[in-house]
């Protein structure tokens, strides 16, 4: 028995919805884990590498967190 056009796409809309609501929920804790390891001082080249999120929306999620640039080659003045 097939089902009709109808049916299978509100099947198909629950899946979607289902799963939807699990990839947001990844979503979340992938940004916290990102937050964290930028505060923690990790390097943001390495949270990029190990993150699905662009370098940029890594640097925008760290100006929203309040996290400063370091400058670049981890050396400070004396």
Sequence with gaps: MTK?????????????????AEHERSRTAVIADVVAA??????PTDVVKRSPFTDAYVRKLAREHGIEAKPRGGKTSR
């Design 4 to 20: 009709n056009p109808l049916e299978a796409l509100d099947d198909s809309t629950r899946r979607y919805r289902q799963t939807e």
């Design 38 to 43: 930028l505060k923690a001082g990790e390097r």
